[in-house]
């Protein structure tokens, strides 16, 4: 540490951008362990009322910000980044901690491994947190299908943060941690992200190693940041990507890094906007602020003009098909047999699996194997399976004659505020159209990002919009979700921080 200097203190340092943080690291005025131990004691502080971790590890965090300061120290940092912090959804296997993915059916299970996104974070020197709150196997937009316990949104405890990534999401916006990783399958950290007034960032299909990431939808499933501002997030996202010989999705393509040109403004750039969710469906002050950020974006030197996509109207149950077929497949290997739990008691292995398997799975979970498993089932799979595969290439199909005329394509990113808890708990097709403008582009696979534009004028929260490019093309995403960002000064603001 610099001479005569302290350590940025108090409320302040806990608000820090990831980015802000390792600027500090680095010029000496902050230690890692100084940052861990206080991020350490905001938590102590917040998630109690917000429930955000599954596991904490705060004796391994503050062993690696001691090993991040000794590297410091010999000017033999890992990356720019060494000694921030981060947080981990439980659904990435962490080698030693264990691992729950939300449910009771894996409950004191501890891999021995770690995902390739905790490997490589653990690479450039990011201390681990903990793990958090998630729905069970990422199946939900609330949070609230946790096997353990809801999570509950800073901005209004009383609401939810969003799913299935609310656990993130929740200790990011409370202040808990600088930026932490979640998962999008359909939504779940840039849902979670508009909800709680941060920067929720989903990755072309492929970018990112799903290796050791717990499989709900496998051509759906992607490792997604969760920050604070976009610069943040196009750095993490950067740590993680490139190409992952243990993963057979992974495009064979080296790493990018996608702070290059991020501050390179958005004159000239060509906006989209769907056409098909102009109409009713959103609430007002979201819609308000949608269109704000539309004039903003036209004031920064871009151009508006309207996309049509018919197949979209088809998003939402092409999606509750795909993915509930294999979830089916893909939760089979929980039968407690090899890991997991196990119903104890003297009966044949068939009983005992479906003992198991009733008592470690919670309802949400039951519904979409059932879903699923009909869906694939002789006789049925062509009229659903098989139909919901042709919509998914009508999807992708209009994504790319739009593309042929705009840059980027920009929407809401869910068509309400954070809801209140139990408000669609006993309504599923309600929960399900919360995730209505973001599924379509998982089924395609384009990258997207939802970033703060305001808060909503009916109940003074958070509002995202969304902005999603072409295939392959996350630097564009990111200068433009970047302008928009600096513009606005939400990010970092009194009105971009929660009133926990």
Sequence with gaps: MTAGSGPPSGDGLVWRTATELARLLASGELS????????IERSDA??????????RTDELALEAAGAADARRSRGEAASPFDGVPVAYKDIFVTRGVPTTCGSKILE????PYDAT???RCHGAGLPMLGKTNLDQFAMGSSTENSGFFPSRNPWDTGRVPGGSSG?????????????AWGTDTGGSVRQPGGLCGLVGAKPTYG???RYGMIAFASSLDQASPLTRSVEDAAALMAIAAGHDPCDSTSIPSPAENYLDGIDGGIEGLRFGIIKEFTGEGSQPGVRARVDDAYTRLEKLGGTLQEVSMPS???GIPAYYLIA????????ARFDGVRYGSRVAGDTNIVTMNSMTRDEGFGAEVKRRIMIGTYALSAGFYDAYYGKAQRVRTLIIQDLRRAYESVDLIVCPTSPTTAFKLGERTDDPLAMYLSDVYTVPFNLSGNPAVSVPCGLSSDDGLPVGLQIVAKTLDEKTMFRAAYAFEKDLGFAGSPEGRPRL
């Design 32 to 39: 890692s362990v100084e940052l861990t131990g206080a991020l």
């Design 46 to 55: 917040v998630d109690p009322g917000i429930n955000a971790y599954l596991h």
């Design 108 to 111: 004191g299970w501890v891999p």
């Design 117 to 119: 996104v905790v490997e």
């Design 167 to 179: 656990g993130s999401a929740a200790a990011v916006a409370a202040g808990a941690v600088p930026w």
């Design 207 to 209: 970018r990112i190693s």
């Design 312 to 314: 979209f109207q088809h």
């Design 324 to 331: 509930p077929a294999e979830a089916s497949s893909n939760l």
